[in-house]
């Protein structure tokens, strides 16, 4: 390397960049065949080079002879020398000389990253074994996923195999379409779509019948390549084979191994829900009532199914309907309260009483209800999370945030929150106007109504377990109760059939 100069380092296919605009006008140094038409795949450089248009956008350049591929304009004598040093220190290399020989399988891809630092990025390709590799002399290389939107498990065969058909996709003349790979990816596309047929849900972002037409491509494909060799084809066959790898074929439908808790599979069971300080720290403004979004969202990490994702979205869903109607509501009593003559008048000029500044607070919770409803539906539909591909990739991002789970479930129950304390701002306004300057005829009614109502709700909360009693009390309170006899529900089903309707 000292000798020559060059500095090699190695890249992934994936981090390629091209030229799109070079598919579509020859530069002035092509040889030009005779008639005055450029044709693809015709000798560019008086060394053996070829330059193919390729079936996407953009032009690379092969060397058959010596089985090297580049995206960059080996026309520039400069760029051109630059490569051939760069093959022949790689050549020269003891590791690649060690090696067995191989066949014609194995080609060189070089790009030249800087011409000034005299800088190539380099790999070596196996159409054999279907992987990239490097030499070990310049260091280990991290290999990831080419695709952004990769559902398998990130493992290092993985990646190289993913890797291999990005440089299929970019280098489709060097891809042999042979008996077997067509096959196996005809096998592939029939087992796609009969999963898409007979599963309920489908994480697949195809239908059955892009699956059938994806399936009708390869076997014309595979009857036309036993004719003649087309690019195009083989980067059809590459572009599938990607989709293939990183999992957008295949189907997922609420087993222990699906792509959301690949990375979160564990030998051992994961513990009950705990809540967070974070909820224990709110409970009394949004009364307990995201616990129950974020119990069920933390089954997500090992019982996802689009069957339980549906269920939680439209509990959400129909928990924001509600909220928005009775909030548009309890909008139009506020304003229509505010109208009374008798809080206008005990108002003095330039300013506002308790009752007035109360029920615009009320006012308040009841329009952010509003919103706060609408702008979490708009974002849900906007990013397109009602489909279990794109539901996995946020719960995927939310859950890895810090406090993500509770944060989600606070936006979930907020709407209803707000509805609430605007009811519970309403209330106290009303209480005011009904106690104020009024004898005991009006009191002692309103004292009624308001004292079944607070008998009603600490019901409902003991009924229900919502009290905002710490834990330790909770589950003691259980333990004690549970010392009982359990009831005998056998019995009660066998007395309920026994028993005649004339009876009641």
């Not at 295949?250 to 994961?270: L, M, N, P, V, W």
């Amino acid at each position: 390397m000292a000798e020559c100069g060059i500095q090699l380092r190695p890249f992934l296919p994936s981090s390629l960049t091209r030229s799109a605009s070079a598919a579509f006008s020859p530069t002035s140094s092509q040889t030009i065949p005779p008639g005055g038409t450029w044709r693809p795949g015709f000798p560019c450089h008086d060394v053996g080079w070829k330059q193919m248009v390729h079936p996407d956008a953009g032009c690379y350049y092969i060397s058959p002879e010596q089985n090297i591929c580049t995206w960059s304009n080996i026309s520039d004598t400069r760029v051109h020398g630059l490569i051939m040093e760069a093959a022949q220190q790689l050549k020269r290399s003891s590791e690649l000389q060690s090696w067995p020989p191989r066949d014609s399988d194995v080609c060189l891809v070089l790009e030249t990253k800087d011409y000034l630092s005299r800088t190539c990025l380099y790999y070596f390709v196996s159409h054999a074994d279907h992987h990239i590799f490097w030499l070990s002399e310049h260091g280990s290389v991290k290999v990831h996923c080419a695709s952004t939107q990769c559902r398998r498990g990130s493992s290092h065969s993985h990646n190289l195999l993913d890797q291999y058909w990005k440089h299929c996709e970019l280098f489709p003349t060097t891809l042999s379409l042979t008996h077997e790979a067509m096959n196996y990816l005809k096998d592939v596309l029939i087992q796609a779509s009969g999963e898409r047929i007979t599963l309920k849900y489908s994480t697949s972002p195809y239908t059955k019948d892009d699956l059938s037409y994806m399936l009708s491509l390869v076997k014309e494909i595979g009857e036309d390549s036993n004719t003649r060799r087309s690019d195009h084809s083989a980067w059809v066959i590459a572009k599938l084979m990607s989709l293939h790898v990183n999992g957008a074929l295949r189907s997922s439908y609420g087993q222990s191994d699906d792509y959301f808790d690949i990375k979160y599979s564990e030998t051992t069971a994961r513990p009950p829900y705990q809540r967070s300080w974070f909820l224990v720290s709110l409970d009394l403004l949004l009364f307990r009532c995201a616990d129950a979004y974020a119990e069920q969202l933390y089954t997500f990490h090992d019982h996802f199914s689009p069957e339980s994702w549906f269920c939680f979205v439209n509990k959400v869903d129909t928990s924001i309907r509600d909220s928005n109607l009775l909030a548009t509501v309890l909008l139009s009593t506020s304003i229509g309260v505010l109208q009374i003559g008798s809080i206008d008048a005990a108002t003095a000029p330039g300013k506002r009483s308790a009752i007035q500044i109360i029920i615009y607070t009320s006012i308040i919770f009841s329009v952010g209800s509003i919103v706060i409803g609408l702008l979490i539906m708009q974002q849900y539909r906007a990013k397109g999370a009602d489909t279990p591909l794109r539901a996995v990739a946020v719960l995927e991002r939310i859950l890895k945030k810090p406090y993500g789970l509770e944060r989600l479930a606070v936006a979930c129950c907020l709407p209803t929150v707000l509805l609430v304390w605007s009811l519970i701002t309403f209330l106290t306004a009303l209480s005011i106007v009904f106690y104020y300057q009024t004898n005991v005829a009006v009191q002692i009614p309103v004292t009624t109504a308001l004292g079944l109502i607070v008998i009603a709700l600490f019901g409902c909360l003991h009924t229900s377990d919502m009290w905002l009693f710490p834990p330790e009390a909770r589950n003691r309170g259980d333990k004690e109760g549970s010392a009982t006899p359990p009831l005998n529900v056998s019995f009660l089903v066998r007395r309920l059939r026994s028993t005649s309707y004339r009876d009641f």
